[in-house]
Structure formats: C-alpha cells, structure tokens
C-alpha cells in the first residue's frame, strides 16, 4: 500500500510540474505572429540601389578628402574629419529613412604626422 501510495504522489507530483510549462508555451501575447512581421517591411531593390550608389560615392568623397588632407603641408585634420562627418550623415539618415543597415567601418590612415581612424561606410543587406 506504502508503495503505491508513494508512486502516486510522485506521478502527481510530475504532472503538478509539468503541466503549467506546456500550457504555457503559446506565451501570453494575444498580438498573433502576423502583426509583428508586417511592421518590419523590407526595403525595395530600387530604394537599396540607390542606398549602394550613395555609399559609393560618399566612399570616392571620403577617399579625395583623405588623399587631399595627406598631400596638404598644413595640420587639417580636424577639417578632414568634420567633412567626413558631413559626407557621412545624410546616407545614414536615408538609410534609417527605409529600415536599411549601413556600418562604418575605420581604417586608419597617416595624415600630417598622426594617425587618423576614417570610417568608410558598407551597406549590410538584410
């Protein structure tokens, strides 16, 4: 009698534990699946093609800057990294526009005796 008795507590104990986590397991989030991947609409192909002109040019900019500042006798490297943070923050701001992911990414240059970090950009594709 002890013996089954003492099974009975352990099968009801079992059950005690194991059912809240599966009638649990949709969660508690009444939104369904569908409302949240229709808010993370991806771009287009042609709003990503004109993302990838505009990082490319900004990068050919960057790149003259840089050589520019390289070849100039003076200090301007405070000038070379105020205009890279101009030619920088309007293809961050279209890309934040459509939803996309561009990085900077520093590459270290010598200008006027010290070391610089520049940061081309790359466009990361979702």
């Known amino acids: ?12 104990m079992l059950l005690v534990m194991v059912i809240p986590s599966v009638a649990n397991a949709a ?10 991947t229709i808010l993370s609409t991806r ?23 840089v050589k520019f500042a390289q070849f100039t ?4 490297v405070s000038w070379l990294l105020k205009l890279v943070d101009s030619i920088v923050a309007p293809v961050l701001a279209y890309a934040n526009s459509i939803g996309a992911i561009v990085v ?7 200008i006027d005796g010290q070391y610089v970090l520049i940061d081309p950009l790359r466009v990361i594709p979702l």
């Open 1 to 12: 009698m002890k013996k089954r008795l003492m099974a009975l507590v352990i099968c009801v």
């Open 27 to 36: 969660g508690n989030d009444p939104a369904p699946v569908r409302a949240v």
């Open 43 to 65: 771009y287009s192909n042609a709003q990503f093609a004109i993302l990838e002109r505009m990082v490319a040019t900004a990068n050919r900019q960057i790149e003259i800057a």
């Open 73 to 76: 006798p003076w200090n301007d």
């Open 104 to 110: 900077c990414e520093y590459t270290t240059y010598y």
